[in-house]
């Protein structure tokens, strides 16, 4: 669109015709006028009162301050204050400047205002719009001379108006006389050349500039008055000449509203001058409609059509441009378009943009105001890597505390977005299974603490930032948690092998160790004794065990007595939970107060006395579980002779007449209750008496004896026997007939022992023969 230009009237100055030139209309008033200068005018009907048309001659009553003569007179005294009269004369359309000449009057005795007398020229029969002249106040009693330039060019006419408006004073007189139309420039008052019309786009700013010629005196005003009536001072006047002045008017920021006719107006006491009409044209810069459409969408561009069939605003359209922002970013761009498809490149992922489309027309100001916006969105973009930075910040036995860099919008590419912690550690010593986690992390959030881990164990954590286009992952990082108190030793892992006065105990290591066990603290103290020499309970005794110690045997201990045995491990944080198990020592056999073989107390063919001491209970008590037995066994020379205190016991009772069935040579001659035998006695082997279900026979004159005592304790399931050798009988010389007896019985079993060989043997060989037949 051409840019709006503003039109300068060309002003041809013409010199003032001669006097003697007829006017070519005009009104005297005057009975005797010239019919050659008719006068035509009216009275309107729409104002408040009436111009009087007077003659005054010398004689004729009237007040004395009007003046003699035929004019048209307003008594203001008559009319209430703000009552208008106007008179109109008839249209003019000659198509050139013209000079209306007229003379007034006003005057009040006092020298107040009568009224204001004002001239409007109506273009068209528009509206009056405002004065183009107007005199107010009082000017003494005499006529002046004015005169009204009127440019106006075909085929448009124009009426002029007179009006007479009452001041508020109401006093004096008001006159007209002398109206006449000349045919050429006035020589008071200064004529345009001819107002073009204006064209500029809406916002912005239109100036008009009105030539004019004439003689312009510094006491005039120049407006550029609009047709309805608002008047507009001059922004500059310029002279050019002597006889020339340039006056610019300035609107600015125009809108549709302010499109309208506007005149150039001077005015001074002397006279005024007007232009014709020249029209403002405000164009509206052209908008579309509709928001362009979406055609296509990527993470960095989207493709957009123009959809710029419908518009608001003036044509014709000479541009077109795109404009995009980010729905919440401070910058905007403007990229100009050829066709009806563009496509928007660089942009950021999953952003939202505006784009709106700009049409252009001529002129400057041309463009509109941007369209309805298309919002829309891009595509995620793959995250440009994973979070780095994973580090921590705090470690503790069973927690980490985790911190990575902050992730921002550069390197997640999209602000829908996920960032996994994901870890794994194993359990038990041997590694056999594998825990495994991910947790999602809040947004914005770049610390995390993973809790309710094992101690001293090495954590491998990774992060994983996901988006919908995408992930990426980052390298594992392994971290090892802190040491802890160790875990319990279990008690089922605790084993141990009691015996009379030492105990084997062994265990293993905590299933949870939570660290590197330095040692092993192991606590016992006698808790309970059979034993009631043994105080109970016993001092606390306490060892320490290397690492890869995990047994101990404990020695100097009391038979039968119950041990509290604590297991506990430690690390570099301290000792953990002890495991908790009793063990009792095995009952020892009984002892005896017996330093030598002691000599018979007596001795005959039969018998021998010998001293019974009670023995010493170890670990079991002497008085209740303890039982006495006497043995008796036949010398032989075969058989090794036993040494006092030797372990070679008899835990089989026999009787006399089964140990003669047996073939052996030993005997229980007798079984004494530990109550029986509180102290020493004597006790005589032989004696033909029963103890205890056990017989006590005469022993042979002629046979050797060895004479044993044997204690036997029997506590909560355990037996311990012991025995000693306390006296031996010599064989008589003089008596051979129970030796033969004895000889002959054991010639007789040697023969029955042999019979009963052969015939099994026989047995074996009759039935490998019955089964060769068979098969053969």
Partial sequence: MARAQALVLALTFQLCAPETETPAAGCTFEEASDPAVPCEYSQAQYDDFQWDQVQIHPGTRAPADLPHGSYLMVNASQHAPGQRAHVIFQSLSENDTHCVQFSYFLYSRDGHSPGTLGIYVRVNGGPLGSAVWNMTGSHGRQWHQAELAVSTFWPNEYQVLFEALISPDRRGYMGLDDIL?????????????????????????????????????????????????????????????HRRFLATFLLASVSRSEQDLYRCVSQAPRGAGVSNFAELIVKEPPTPIAPPQLLRAGPTYLIIQLNTNSIIGDGPIVRKEIEYRMSRGPWAEVHAVSLQTYKLWHLDPDTEYEISVLLTRPGDGGTGRPGPPLISRTKCAEPMRAPKGLAFAEIQARQ???????????????????VSLCYHYTLGSSHNQTIRECMKMERGVSRYTIKNLPPYRNVHVRLILTNPEGRKEGKEVTFQTDEDVPGGIAAESLTFTPLEDMIFLKWEEPQEPNGLITQYEISYQ????????????????????????????????????????????RTGKGFGQAALTEITTNISAPSFDYADMPSPLGESENTITVLLRPAQGRGAPIRWETLYQVIVEEERPRRL?????????????????????????????AELAASSLPEAMPFTVGDNQTYRGFWNPPLEPRKAYLIYFQATSHLKGETRLNCIRIARKAACKESKRPLEVSQRSEEMGLILGICAGGLAVLILLLGAIIIIIRKG
Avoid at 537 to 562: A, C, D, M, Q, W
């Fill in 181 to 241: 139309l000349l045919s050429y420039p006035c020589a008071k008052a200064p004529h345009f050349s001819r107002l073009g019309d204006v064209e500029v786009n809406a916002g912005q700013n239109a100036s008009f500039q009105c030539m004019a010629a004439g003689r312009a005196a510094e006491a005039e005003r120049f407006l550029l008055q609009r047709q309805s009536g608002a008047l507009v001072p001059a922004a500059s006047v310029r002279h050019i000449s």
């Fill in 400 to 418: 980490l505390m985790l911190q990575w860099e902050p992730l921002g919008y550069n390197v997640t590419r999209c602000h829908t977005y996920t």
């Fill in 526 to 569: 006698s808790i309970e004794s059979s034993d009631p020499a043994v105080n109970v309970p016993g001092p606390r005794r306490t060892i320490s065990k290397l690492r890869n110690e995990t047994y101990h045997v404990f020695s100097n201990l009391h038979p039968g007595t119950t041990y509290l045995f604590s297991v506990r491990a």
């Fill in 641 to 669: 002779r036993r040494e006092p205190g030797s372990q070679d016991c008899f835990p089989v009772p026999l009787t006399f007449d089964a140990a003669l069935a047996r073939g052996l040579v030993h005997y229980f001659g």
